[in-house]
């Protein structure tokens, strides 16, 4: 148990059972990040590809009285220059916890289960307007880079 003096918190790895809440706040995440046009994952495809026999993610969550109220899901990428590595999907704490210590936390938690796990780093994304996640980031000693483009493209 974590308490930041305003809100006593848990972080702890995240379970099936948690999925619904977990949903709930990628669609927060969406929200924020001008995209919920974009969320087309549902709790359905969460628990299969999060808990079935080829599980692709893991995650993490942060409770305060048994209520999720933040979320870090991370999986397994591999550079060919540095080895296995953690990639951080999402990291969101619900906007009303804000500011009580949470997100650094999680974020921290991650860090920590990448080294459990034997990774040698930990990568993701950060939008270019979201200056606080930005200024977050770098207190770590983060590399944000403006050199790489991010590509992709739907498989259906």
């Not at 990040?33 to 080829?54: I, L, Q, T, Y």
């Not at 990639?87 to 921290?108: C, P, S």
């Not at 938690?109 to 994304?125: D, I």
């Amino acid at each position: 148990m974590n308490d930041s003096g305003n809100v006593a918190y848990e972080i702890r790895g995240g379970t099936e059972a948690d999925l619904p809440s977990v949903f709930e706040l990628v669609k927060e995440l969406a929200l924020f990040e001008r995209a919920p046009h974009e969320v087309d994952n549902s709790v359905e495809r969460m628990k299969m590809d999060g808990f079935g026999p080829d599980a692709v993610f893991g995650f993490l969550v942060a409770t305060v009285d048994d209520t999720i109220v933040g979320i870090s899901i991370y999986y397994f990428r591999y550079s060919t220059w540095k080895g296995k590595s953690l990639y951080l999907e999402d990291l969101i704490v619900t906007e009303n916890m804000r500011g009580n210590g949470i997100g650094k936390a999680l974020f921290e938690a991650t860090v920590e289960k990448g080294k459990e796990l034997g990774c040698v780093q930990m990568n993701w994304q950060v939008l270019d307007w979201n200056t606080d996640a930005i200024e977050f980031y770098k207190l770590y000693g983060s590399t944000i880079e403006d050199e790489w483009l991010n590509a992709s493209i739907l498989l259906k």
